[in-house]
């Protein structure tokens, strides 16, 4: 059993768990993970059990679960759970390469937006920016998009429902991860890739995110990306295919305030271009529409593997016609 005394500074927590000081903080405050003793002058002071209990934490977060869920567990329970891990790991010890790299890609990823979250809480937004490019370059755009920035945005999403976190806190951290996102699509796709997709969220959608991750992954797949952003009118979107000589037009919808609304848009678009351009959507709020979109002739994609496969299919196509 480990030592409860109150011996170590909140530095050498720190350097013993791997969790930086504001992650400790956080974990205390909002969570109460630990609870550190306070010296004389209000200095949290650890045990080796606290230290221990953190090495836990630290574990079972980085194995994809969130903070929130596990911090009131027991420590007996934590350790169970991160033998639980370590058998799973060894069992799945044949696992093919690509698996591995994608479970490396998460792992590195779970405390990166622990910290992400923690920036955002305390509307730090230079702290939220460096730790998004430093993840960027660090597990590239593919791994940043399904690792970092979708985690992100759907705790955001819920801890602004919860009414734990503010518009305030939303707007910081959306902005930030649009802008960073849509940069990469312009540094990866710039002057590069024949064929273009124009991307972006028809009348009413102002979620710009999906559109700018959709972006991001067209243009890492080799695509010249049109990225026109939210709320476009399905005619000035059917203007600058036309004008752009668009093969493909990619709109993301993740809240549909009025159906008729967004559907009408859409035929319209159909309408207006020529059948040989394809219309990908996809987001939480097409899939409300699979149904009557496959009916106008617009593909459907739940995920960005979708979209991967959809561009890979329209690549097919323009081959074909050119041979
Ligand atoms: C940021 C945000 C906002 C910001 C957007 C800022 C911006 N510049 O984008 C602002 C403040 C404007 C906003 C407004 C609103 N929001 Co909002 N918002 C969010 C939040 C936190 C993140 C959205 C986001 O970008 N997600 C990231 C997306 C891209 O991830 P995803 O949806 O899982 O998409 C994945 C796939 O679907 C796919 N995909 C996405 N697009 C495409 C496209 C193609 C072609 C393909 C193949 C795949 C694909 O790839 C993604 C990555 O894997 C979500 C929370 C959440 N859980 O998402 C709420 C959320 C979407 N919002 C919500 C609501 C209710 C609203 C408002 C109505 C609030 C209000 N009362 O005003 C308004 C509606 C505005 C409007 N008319 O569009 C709800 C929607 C609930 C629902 N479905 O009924 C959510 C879920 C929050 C919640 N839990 O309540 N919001």
New binding site residues.
């Given amino acids: 059993m480990e030592d409860s005394t109150p011996r170590h500074p909140i530095a050498v927590a720190s350097e013993r768990t791997g969790l930086s000081q504001d992650l400790l903080r956080i974990w205390e405050r909002r969570y109460e993970a630990v609870e550190p003793t306070r010296g004389p002058g209000g200095h949290r002071t650890y045990s080796d059990a606290d230290i221990a209990r953190l090495r836990l934490l630290h574990a079972v977060t980085s194995a994809g679960r969130s903070i929130g869920r596990v911090a009131r567990l027991s420590t007996s329970e934590l350790t169970r759970m991160v033998e639980e891990d370590n058998a799973a790991r060894a069992e799945r010890g044949m696992a093919s390469g690509a698996r591995e790299s994608r479970d490396a890609g998460s792992h590195a990823a779970a405390p990166i937006v622990e910290m992400a979250l923690a920036s955002t809480a305390r509307l730090d937004a230079s702290d939220l920016e460096h730790s998004l490019r430093r993840a960027i370059a660090r597990l590239g755009i593919t791994s940043f998009?399904?690792d970092v920035a979708?985690p992100i945005?759907?705790r955001?999403?819920?801890e602004?429902?919860a009414g734990r976190l503010t518009?305030a806190h939303?707007?910081l951290a959306?902005?930030t991860i649009?802008d960073i996102v849509a940069e990469s699509m312009r540094a990866i796709g710039n002057g590069s890739g024949d064929a273009t997709v124009l991307v972006a969220t028809p009348t009413?959608?102002?979620?710009?995110?999906?559109?700018a991750?959709?972006g991001a992954t067209a243009a890492s797949e080799g695509w010249r990306v049109v990225y026109l952003g939210?709320d476009l009118p399905a005619s000035d979107i059917a203007a600058a295919a036309i004008a752009t000589n668009a093969r493909a037009i990619?709109?993301?919808v993740?809240?549909v305030?009025d159906r008729s609304r967004t559907l009408g848009e859409l035929r319209t678009l159909r309408a207006l271009i020529s059948p040989s351009i394809s219309i990908?959507?996809?987001?939480?709020?097409a899939a409300e529409m699979e149904d009557d979109l496959r009916q106008l002739g617009i593909r459907v994609?739940?995920?960005?593997r979708?979209?991967r496969d959809?561009l890979a299919s329209v690549n097919d196509a323009i081959d074909s016609d050119a041979a």
């Fill in positions: 998009i399904e979708s945005l759907r955001i999403g819920e602004w429902h518009i939303e707007h959306s902005s649009h009413g959608e102002r979620h710009a995110i999906g559109a991750l959709v939210a990619a709109m993301s993740i809240y305030q990908i959507v996809g987001g939480a709020g994609g739940a995920s960005l979708d979209l959809a």
